[in-house]
């Protein structure tokens, strides 16, 4: 069993940058590859990134690739989302999710662990 708890949303102003950190609980965090996840009101959750147990293979949306950049250290059990020329369009509710797969999926439905959920609101 993970637990997963997300941090660092707000209200940005178009062009600035906000960082998500995602803390798993349990001993095993590094058997599990990791996503972050979005939902805007009215959308289906769209994958956003990925990122492999050990951290070698990252994967983007081409919507975030280049401006977003996902990371994890596991030895503090913690993913983060660094995000940055945000757009009003990345305006959403993030999530961050695990699965026992080595390399994740671009499929929230592969996702075994869901957080609550952090709030990112893009002024223009």
């Known amino acids: 069993q993970v637990q997963l708890v997300e941090s660092g949303g707000g209200l940005v102003q178009a062009g600035g940058s906000l960082r998500l950190s995602c803390a798993a609980s349990?001993?095993?965090?590094?058997?599990?590859?990791m996503g972050w996840f979005r939902q805007a009101p009215g959308k289906d959750r769209e994958f956003v990134a990925r990122?492999?147990?050990?951290?070698?293979?990252?994967d983007y949306a081409n919507s975030v690739k280049g401006r977003f950049t996902i990371s994890r250290d596991n030895a503090k059990n913690t993913m983060y989302l660094q995000m940055n020329s945000l757009k009003p369009e990345d305006t959403a509710v993030y999530y961050c999710?695990?699965?026992?797969?080595?390399?994740?999926?671009?499929?929230?439905?592969?996702?075994?662990?869901w957080g609550q959920g952090t709030q990112v609101t893009v002024s223009s």
């Open positions: 999710a695990a699965t026992k797969s080595v390399l994740g999926s671009r499929s929230y439905v592969d996702y075994d662990y």
């Open positions: 349990g001993h095993t965090f590094n058997r599990y590859a």
């Open positions: 990122i492999s147990w050990s951290g070698g293979m990252l």
